[in-house]
Structure formats: C-alpha cells, structure tokens
C-alpha cells in the first residue's frame, strides 16, 4: 500500500510535470503558428510566464522536503554534532523567517489587488486570482520548514538537506547505470 | 553601514548551511526592511515578477532539452565521433575526450554532469590503452567545464538578464573563445603527449568515421538549431529554447531511442533522423511558402531534409523500407511516447533544476536590487574612474575577485550580483558589456576547477575513486591552461567579439 506522503509526492510531481509540459508546447506551438498562419494567440505569452511562475512557487516547498536547494555544507562539517543540530535548527528559522516576511508582503499585494479588482493584461481573469501561487508557495514552505524542524529537533534528520550538484550529478548516473 | 548588514547577514547564513536561495533573500529582506522605505508587498511581488522576465524564461526550456539529452547513450555516440575524428595523434585519446566534452557540454549545459557522463567512460578507456590515471582524471576535470562557453549556456543567459545585452550576442561571442580553450587543451595534451610518448590510436577508417559521425550529428544538431534560429531571425532566444526542448525530445526518444517506448527498438540513429529531418524539413518548407514569410529558411530546410535522403540513398543502396518503419512508428507512437513514465520522470528533474535555479535567481535579482537602490554600483565606479584605473587593471581586478566568489558562491548569484557592479565601470572605461560577460562567464568556469567548492574536482573525485588532493594534483597544469585561456580572452577582446560584430554588426 502506498503511504499518504508518497501519494503527496506523486501528485506534486504530476502538476510540476504537467505544468512544464504545457508552457513548453504553448510556446512551441506559438512559433509554428506564427509561421503557418501567420496568427499565434495574444495570451500565449503571458500565460506562459503565469505557469512558470507557478511552476517555480509551488516547487520550492516540494524541492525543500526533496533536498534539492543547494548550499554550501562544508563548513559545518568540522563542528561537534550538538553544535550543528543547534545550527541547523537556526537554518530552520531562518527559513522561516523569510517565508514568514514573504508571506505576509505577498499577502498584502494580494489584498490590494482584491479591493482593486484589476485584470492581467492580455487574460481576462483578475491578477490576484493569476498570483495567488504566492501566498500558497510560501504558506507551503513554511509548512515543509516547520516539518523538517520537527525532524532535526528529534534527531531524525541532520540538517536542511542540502544539494550539492556534484552529488545529483554522481546520483544520477549511478541509477542510469543501475537501470541497465 | 546598510551594506555592512547586508553581507554579513548573507555570509553568515550560508556559513550555518542555510540555502543559498534563502540566504540571499532574508539577508535582501531583513535590510530592506530595516533600512529602506519599500514595502514588503513590492518586495514580495518581485519573487513572482522573475519569472515574468522573458529572457530569463529561455532557462526552464534549455534545461528541458538538455534533460532529455543527457543519457549515457548520447555521451557514447559523441565520444566514438570524438575518437574517429581525433583519435590517431599522439595522445589522441585525450584530445577525443576533450572534444566529446565540448560536444556534451553543449549538448547538456551542465558542468558537471558533463564530467560524469564522459569521464565515467573515457578515463577508463584511457587507462587501459595505458594512460596515467591522474592525467586522465586531470585533462576531463578541466574539459568538463568547457560547456559553459558553447551555446546554449544557461549562465550566459543570466547574464543577459542581468544586464539586458542580447542573448543571440552574447551566444555568438562565446563560440570562437570556446573553441580556443578546447583547441589551447588539446595542443598542450600533444605536447604533454609527446613527452611522456603514450599511445596512439589506429586511425579510423572513413567509414567508420561516417558511421560515427551519422550517429553523433542528432544530437549536434541541436546547436545548430538553436544558433541558426536565433541568427536566422525565425525565433527569439526563448523561442529557440523551446524548439530545441521539443526538438530533444524526438532525438531523444525516436532517434536515440534510450528511453521512451521504443528504447531497445531496431533500427540505426541515422534512419531515425533522416527520417525526423524530412518530416520536420517538410512541414518547415510548406508552412514557410505557404505564409511567406521566411522563403529562404524553408528553402535551406528542404535543401536539409533533400540532402539527408539522398545521403540515406548513398549509404543504404535504396532501401526505403526502414524509412517507411521508423515514419509509422514516428506517427504511431507519438502519444505514448508523449505520455511514456520516463518522458514524465525527465520532466519532473527537468522541474527540480529549473525550480532550484530560479529560486535562487529570484533572490539574487531580490539582493542586487538592495544594492542598486543603494547605489552601490553607482559609487564603485566613482571610486574606480577616480582612482584612474585603467582598463587592464579593471579587469584584473574583475578576475581575481571573481575567482574569489566562484569559489562560495551558485554561479549565476555571482552574476546577477556582480553584473550590475561590473557593468557601468566597464562602458565608463570603454569595455563592450558582451566582452565583460564572456570574461565573467570564463571566470565562473575556472571557479568549477579550484576548492573548496570546485564542482569538478568533487565530481572527477567520485567517479576515479581518487581522493580530493590528488584529483586536485592532477587537475593543476591543466587549470594553469585554463587561466592562461583567461588572460587570452581578457586581453583580446577580438577573440570574444569577432563573431557577434560580423554577424550583427559593432554595438558601439
């Protein structure tokens, strides 16, 4: 059976591939259409640039529990193990903070461009609607720093996991290799 | 005093192990907050407005393509064309492993996966035809990094950004300078060769060298599409991005065939390209008449797609059956190859780059833009016109203290922070800003070869087994080519802007 975070993960998994796809051929099929028909879609570019945007808010919280946020680890590694669960919990903190203050200014905007009720430039839907990933991206990565907090602070877990291209790049080639 | 803050904040976060793209936006947060009259919602909307910037948008696509490119499958094809092609001169087993690096890294626009896919074959390869495992390890730790000159090159296009010169410029400019660092590599490899009088290959034969190459050229021609796209006028460079994302994706699994429904199917590389090239010079030609808007695009395309049939009539006698089955299995599988578990899976670590990368693009452009209401950059330049420095010790200083942020700091971070710095000196003391960004991009290559955080050296450290020193060891002469290189390019700025000034004309 799988577990309710593996279900998690595969459905955070399916909207950011879902949602790289799509930008992709909008632009894609932007290009062909210019050419063929000499037309193409006002919208095009605009909803493009939206999905990015939701593309890259909403992976930030799913990138944190993964472990894909590079950092510079090196450091910490010389420091007794006490000193750097202590450190990694002020990571946390840090992180938090920042979501906290990101949140509450993207909060604001939203508000203000509720009472205003102004429209995107070429989609007739409301901006606030369009930037709402903000606030939730952010709600979100509070939600995984608390997480993660809980882990390091009982001791399941050493520190934010951070990335390290040499080590991505090394992991996956061990698993292309593996699948053969 | 703000700035004082601003740094300490940064450096101390990432000195506990904060993320870098966290890093750099709270210590951008808590000064704003402190020191500036900005409110946190436009603080907050910036985040959202990076990826509004159109030229930026060309990143999430070049990753895209290169995601579907980066198998161990393409890195062999380039490695048997760099072999056939190089592989008889004294130490050409090395200077093949440098091409195939050059060729990878264009392909895949990653460092240090570059060093993985190629290293992991070649450095094995070169110690059984009798190689010194440290001049192996060495000469691929280095070549490795060639990537980020050859087009597409994501930090390029970061720097683009930051500083708002043309991508397509920018792309051209780095075409000759690459070439240089490949050709300066392979000529002290001869050298070296020489002297320690290791191995040569057998030449290999023309025919083997056509094979070679008629596998190897698919995954090229991505280079090719993407210049001739952006040079040609047809599309942006975001545009272009996109096309070589789609265009990756049929190489990749119709071509190749290293994943997606038909992997392990039969049938040569070359069938399965020539039979994509018609298709798509086909559609290229009739879309291109029938609007007319670009006539002589659609003409070369359907010189293209000609060329390659009659090149498949030569090669296989007139077989047209195995064109006829690679065409139906084009058509027929295209959806499940659209919906294929592996072509989700390349998506989704395509997804995982782009959201890591522009987290922290979004925070640096959060961090540059404290110093730029700080005018930070508006004052070095003062201080520098002031101090009457002359252009070559501008430069140098440019250098050295780029080398010296390569090696903390997320390369494109560096350059969104620095470029706005750098920028204003530079066309102060008659410097072409497509000059100063293939200068800042060669930095950032050489930050990859020198610790603590030289990507390369961990990642070459991996594969060989050696450890960190001796790995470093070995990397050392070929990193003092490297620098060398740097100066070249530092002092010559012909090198750099030849090709944009003929192809575009002089900016200035």
Same mark, same amino acid.
């Given at each position: 059976?799988?577990?309710?975070a593996?279900?998690i993960d595969?459905?955070e998994?399916?909207?950011?591939?879902?949602?790289?796809?799509?930008?992709?051929?909008?632009?894609?099929?932007?290009?062909?259409?210019?050419?063929?028909?000499?037309? &193409?879609?006002?919208?095009?570019?605009?909803?493009?640039?939206?999905?990015?945007? $939701?593309?890259v808010l909403f992976g930030i919280a799913y990138g944190l529990k993964h472990g894909i946020h590079l950092g510079v680890d090196s450091f910490q590694r010389v420091f007794h193990p006490r000193l750097r669960r202590r450190l990694a919990l002020v990571t946390v903190a840090a992180g938090l903070a920042y979501a906290t203050l990101m949140f509450i200014g993207s909060w604001?905007?939203?508000?203000?461009?509720?009472?205003? &009720?102004?429209?995107?430039?070429?989609?007739?839907?409301?901006? $606030?609607?369009?930037?709402?990933?903000l606030p939730i991206g952010l709600a979100l990565l509070a939600l995984r720093l608390v997480q993660a907090g809980i882990r390091i602070w009982r001791g399941e877990q050493e520190s934010l996991l951070l990335a390290d291209e040499a080590r991505i790049a090394l992991r996956?080639?061990?698993?292309?290799?593996?699948?053969? | 005093?703000t700035i004082a803050f601003l740094f300490i904040t940064l450096f101390a976060l990432l000195f506990i192990g904060t993320p870098i793209a966290i890093s750099l936006g709270l210590s951008a947060v808590s000064t704003i907050l402190l020191f500036?009259?900005?409110?946190l919602?436009?603080t907050a909307?910036k985040l959202?407005?990076t990826?509004?910037?159109?030229?930026?948008?060309?990143? +999430?696509?070049?990753?895209?393509?290169?995601?579907?490119?980066?198998?161990?499958?393409?890195?062999?094809?380039?490695?048997?064309?760099?072999?056939?092609?190089?592989?008889?001169?004294? *130490?050409?087993?090395?200077?093949?492993?440098?091409?195939?690096?050059?060729?990878?890294?264009?392909?895949? *626009?990653?460092?240090p996966?570059?060093?993985?896919?190629? /290293?992991?074959?070649?450095?094995? *390869?070169?110690? !059984?035809?009798?190689?010194?495992?440290?001049?192996?390890?060495?000469?691929?730790?280095?070549?490795?990094?060639?990537?980020?000159?050859?087009?597409?090159?994501?930090?390029?296009?970061?720097?683009?950004?930051?500083?708002?010169?043309?991508?397509?410029?920018?792309?051209?400019?780095?075409?000759?300078? *690459?070439?240089?660092? /490949?050709?300066?590599?392979?000529?002290?490899?001869?050298?070296?060769?020489?002297?320690?009088?290791?191995?040569?290959?057998?030449?290999?034969?023309?025919?083997? %060298?056509?094979?070679?190459?008629?596998?190897?050229? %698919?995954?090229?021609?991505?280079?090719?599409?993407?210049?001739?796209?952006?040079?040609?006028?047809?599309?942006?460079?975001?545009?272009?991005?996109?096309?070589?994302?789609?265009?990756?994706?049929?190489?990749?699994?119709?071509?190749?065939?290293?994943?997606?429904?038909?992997?392990?199917?039969?049938?040569?590389?070359?069938?399965?390209?020539?039979?994509?090239?018609?298709?798509?010079?086909?559609?290229?030609?009739?879309?291109?008449?029938?609007?007319?808007?670009?006539? +002589?695009?659609?003409?070369?395309?359907?010189?293209?797609?000609?060329?390659?049939?009659?090149?498949?009539?030569?090669?296989?006698?007139? !077989?047209?059956?195995?064109?006829?089955?690679?065409?139906?299995?084009?058509?027929?599988?295209?959806?499940?190859?659209?919906?294929?578990?592996?072509?989700?899976?390349?998506?989704?670590?395509?997804?995982r780059t782009t959201i890591m990368l522009m987290f922290i693009i979004a925070n640096a452009m959060l961090f540059a833009h404290v110093l730029?209401?700080?005018?930070?950059?508006?004052?070095?330049?003062?201080?520098?016109?002031?101090?009457?420095?002359?252009?070559? !010790?501008?430069?140098?200083?440019?250098?050295?203290?780029?080398?010296l942020a390569g090696d903390f700091m997320e390369p494109s971070a560096i350059?969104l922070i620095?470029?706005?710095?750098?920028?204003?000196?530079?066309?102060?003391?008659?410097?072409?800003?497509?000059?100063?960004?293939?200068?800042?991009?060669?930095?950032?290559?050489?930050g990859?070869?020198?610790p603590p955080v030289g990507l390369?050296?961990f990642?070459?450290?991996?594969?060989?087994?050696?450890?960190?020193?001796?790995?470093?060891?070995?990397?050392? +002469? %070929?990193?003092?080519?490297?620098?060398?290189?740097?100066?070249?390019?530092?002092?010559? +700025?012909?090198?750099?802007?030849?090709?944009?000034?003929?192809?575009?004309?002089? !900016?200035?």
């Amino acid at each position: 059976m799988r577990t309710f975070a593996a279900v998690i993960d595969r459905l955070e998994e399916s909207v950011i591939a879902l949602i790289f796809a799509a930008m992709t051929l909008l632009t894609f099929v932007q290009v062909v259409l210019r050419y063929v028909f000499n037309s &193409g879609f006002v919208w095009a570019l605009e909803a493009t640039t939206y999905l990015f945007a $939701w593309l890259v808010l909403f992976g930030i919280a799913y990138g944190l529990k993964h472990g894909i946020h590079l950092g510079v680890d090196s450091f910490q590694r010389v420091f007794h193990p006490r000193l750097r669960r202590r450190l990694a919990l002020v990571t946390v903190a840090a992180g938090l903070a920042y979501a906290t203050l990101m949140f509450i200014g993207s909060w604001d905007y939203e508000a203000r461009m509720y009472k205003i &009720g102004i429209e995107a430039e070429d989609i007739p839907v409301e901006r $606030w609607i369009l930037r709402l990933i903000l606030p939730i991206g952010l709600a979100l990565l509070a939600l995984r720093l608390v997480q993660a907090g809980i882990r390091i602070w009982r001791g399941e877990q050493e520190s934010l996991l951070l990335a390290d291209e040499a080590r991505i790049a090394l992991r996956q080639h061990q698993e292309e290799a593996n699948q053969r | 005093m703000t700035i004082a803050f601003l740094f300490i904040t940064l450096f101390a976060l990432l000195f506990i192990g904060t993320p870098i793209a966290i890093s750099l936006g709270l210590s951008a947060v808590s000064t704003i907050l402190l020191f500036s009259n900005d409110s946190l919602a436009s603080t907050a909307l910036k985040l959202f407005e990076t990826m509004e910037h159109y030229t930026l948008l060309a990143i +999430p696509f070049f990753i895209l393509s290169s995601a579907f490119l980066s198998t161990g499958g393409v890195a062999k094809r380039l490695i048997r064309f760099a072999i056939a092609t190089v592989g008889h001169y004294r *130490g050409g087993l090395a200077m093949a492993s440098v091409l195939a690096c050059m060729f990878f890294a264009a392909v895949s *626009g990653s460092s240090p996966a570059t060093v993985v896919a190629i /290293g992991s074959i070649v450095i094995a *390869g070169m110690v !059984q035809s009798g190689y010194d495992k440290r001049f192996a390890a060495g000469v691929i730790c280095n070549a490795g990094t060639l990537g980020v000159l050859i087009p597409p090159s994501i930090i390029m296009v970061v720097y683009a950004a930051a500083t708002d010169v043309s991508v397509g410029r920018l792309f051209l400019a780095g075409v000759l300078p *690459g070439l240089t660092a /490949g050709l300066m590599l392979m000529g002290a490899i001869y050298l070296r060769a020489r002297y320690l009088d290791v191995p040569r290959q057998p030449r290999a034969s023309w025919g083997e %060298w056509f094979a070679a190459a008629e596998d190897a050229v %698919w995954g090229l021609l991505l280079v090719v599409v993407i210049m001739g796209g952006i040079y040609g006028g047809i599309f942006t460079p975001t545009e272009a991005a996109a096309v070589a994302a789609i265009y990756s994706f049929f190489v990749g699994l119709f071509v190749y065939r290293d994943m997606g429904p038909l992997r392990r199917s039969a049938g040569s590389a070359g069938t399965h390209g020539v039979v994509l090239l018609v298709v798509a010079a086909s559609f290229t030609a009739v879309s291109g008449f029938s609007a007319g808007t670009f006539e +002589p695009v659609a003409a070369l395309a359907l010189l293209a797609g000609a060329g390659g049939l009659v090149v498949f009539y030569l090669r296989t006698g007139g !077989q047209a059956t195995s064109l006829l089955t690679s065409l139906r299995e084009l058509v027929f599988y295209l959806p499940a190859a659209a919906v294929h578990p592996q072509t989700r899976e390349v998506l989704v670590s395509a997804g995982r780059t782009t959201i890591m990368l522009m987290f922290i693009i979004a925070n640096a452009m959060l961090f540059a833009h404290v110093l730029t209401t700080e005018r930070i950059p508006h004052i070095v330049t003062d201080f520098i016109v002031d101090a009457g420095f002359s252009p070559w !010790q501008f430069l140098l200083v440019v250098n050295i203290l780029l080398i010296l942020a390569g090696d903390f700091m997320e390369p494109s971070a560096i350059l969104l922070i620095m470029a706005p710095i750098f920028l204003p000196i530079a066309l102060e003391l008659g410097i072409d800003p497509i000059h100063l960004g293939i200068i800042m991009v060669v930095n950032m290559e050489i930050g990859l070869v020198t610790p603590p955080v030289g990507l390369n050296l961990f990642v070459t450290s991996g594969i060989t087994g050696m450890d960190l020193i001796e790995v470093l060891k070995a990397a050392l +002469p %070929w990193m003092g080519v490297l620098l060398l290189f740097l100066i070249l390019v530092t002092y010559v +700025p012909a090198i750099s802007l030849f090709l944009p000034n003929l192809a575009y004309g002089p !900016q200035f």
